[in-house]
């Protein structure tokens, strides 16, 4: 058996770990973020909120299910780089169409095995996430180093632009139309538009520069921002249009990165969380209804409630915005981060996880129904909708 090409991973503090060659041969930098699920790896490479981020799994065993041409979540695999510990030698699934280091190398993706990730892992959870460097061409840790501490950080990124369609397209709904969204792509994952069609919702997928016109060109009946990448800090423009939206009281649902958008548009602030949440396994508190939903996370970042310190329990209370009162809807019970915001006088909620979730779990599936029902009432009422 032939001996694989040796790699190198440096974060940016200077910890190294050695292993070996995984998918393409080279270079890559990003950030340094870990992954606790244990399901669904091929919706993570092919996240765009994963862009410029090199995944950590902490799962030991990955690619025993191969790959195959329907459980992509967007165009391509977006991940910087991928660390893995002991990946699978054959993949073993009646739905693979391929095996996963195969397609890294296809796509051009660099990673690293035989790493050990659970001491990797540690390592980002006390330090928190940073800059990091896997190269399969350079064997010199110090080298590699200099690198990676010139490579660009994620607080202050916008990559927006970078992930988003360049044309508009149109999902249509199942069965019988009962209304239009006109979705903000700002890193939409694919079963975002899936769960809409099965309630009858035609989505119109926009570009992350599209201004309120082009919204209200659709004949949008309610307006969704979606996930993606980068700091909320630097997306004044989607913010800008989210006012807009409000403005008009249009019924508005955003997921993520789409979550931090509407609390910037309230006057709320963001800011970065140590080492982020990313896994399928969150618990999350909906103080809507009191139930405790197990929940898929992909987030660097936060909302920030006015004068409560981040990590501090947020008062179940309304806070008083230029748009009228808003709750925080959903806490995470781990660190208490804010997970949802739920609007009084305007028809609008977000969520900070993912309820589109395709590799599970699916306990806020509920939500794409809650979404459907606040656009029912808001025409019912005879509200205003795209004025």
């Known amino acids: 058996m032939s001996r694989r090409r040796q790699a190198i991973l440096v974060l940016e503090d200077g910890r190294t770990f050695h292993g070996e060659a995984y998918g393409s041969v080279g270079e890559t930098f990003g950030e340094a973020v870990f992954n606790t699920g244990m399901t669904g790896y091929q919706e993570t490479l092919t996240d765009p909120s ?10 030991p065993h990955i690619g025993n299910t191969g790959v195959n041409a329907e459980d992509d979540e967007s165009r391509r695999i977006w ?35 035989g790493v050990d990730t659970r001491a990797l892992t540690r390592h980002l959870r006390e330090r928190g996430a940073m800059r990091v460097g896997v190269s399969s061409v350079e064997v010199d840790p110090r080298a590699l180093l200099e690198r990676v501490r010139q490579s660009p950080q994620m607080l202050g990124a916008d990559l927006s632009a970078e992930v988003t369609t360049a044309t508009p397209y149109v999902v249509e709904a199942e069965g019988e139309h009962r ?18 069609a099965a309630r009858g919702v035609t989505t119109h997928v926009l570009p992350a520069g599209s201004s309120i016109e082009d919204l209200l060109a659709t004949g949008a009946d309610a307006v969704f921002f979606s996930p993606g990448p980068g700091d909320p800090a630097t997306a004044d423009a989607p ?31 963001t800011y970065k969380l140590g080492y982020g949440h990313r896994g399928i396994n969150q618990p999350v508190l909906d103080r809507v209804t009191g139930k405790v939903e197990v929940t898929s996370h992909n987030h660097g970042f936060a909302v920030e409630v006015p004068g409560v310190r981040p990590g501090a329990v947020v008062p179940d209370q309304v806070i008083e915005t230029e748009f009228g009162g808003v709750q925080v809807s959903h806490v995470c019970l781990n660190d208490n981060v804010v997970e949802g915001l739920r609007a009084r006088e305007v028809p609008a909620f977000t969520v900070q996880y993912h309820p589109e979730a395709a590799a599970g779990p699916h306990d806020a599936d509920y939500l794409f129904d809650r979404f459907a029902e606040l656009i029912e009432g808001r025409a019912l009422s005879g509200g205003r909708t795209n004025a």
Request: net charge positive.
């Open 239 to 269: 913010v800008a249009l989210a006012r807009e939206v409000l403005r008009r009281e249009m019924p508005l649902f955003g997921i993520c990165f789409g979550s931090q958008i509407l609390g910037r548009a309230l006057g709320f602030g």
């Open 79 to 113: 991940v910087a780089g991928y660390v893995v510990r002991d990946p699978a030698r054959v993949s073993s699934n009646w739905r693979a169409t391929g095996g996963l280091e195969d397609r890294l190398a296809t796509e051009g993706v660099v990673g690293i095995s």
């Open 50 to 59: 994963y862009h410029r981020q090199v995944v950590v799994q902490t799962a």
């Open 179 to 196: 209304f239009t969204v006109a979705a903000l792509d700002l890193g939409i994952k694919r079963n975002v538009p899936r769960r809409l």
